[in-house]
């Protein structure tokens, strides 16, 4: 089953992106480096709760 997830800078804290996962598959958290606009850069982007 697949479910929606909100990404979040780690930076800034702002919720920048939102994304789908398996979570049969994925068990973890999703970590990606993504840009953020707030930032500025490119920084690691964590799933919320």
């Known amino acids: 089953m697949r479910k929606k997830i ?3 800078c780690t930076e800034c804290l ?3 992106y939102s ?3 398996n979570q049969s598959n994925q068990s973890e958290r999703f ?3 993504k840009f953020c606009k707030k930032c500025g850069s490119h920084t690691l982007h ?3 709760k």
Request: proline share 0%; no cysteine.
């Open 14 to 16: 702002s919720r920048n």
């Open 6 to 8: 909100i990404l979040s």
């Open 19 to 21: 994304s789908y996962k």
């Open 46 to 48: 964590r799933e919320t």
């Open 31 to 33: 970590e990606v480096r």
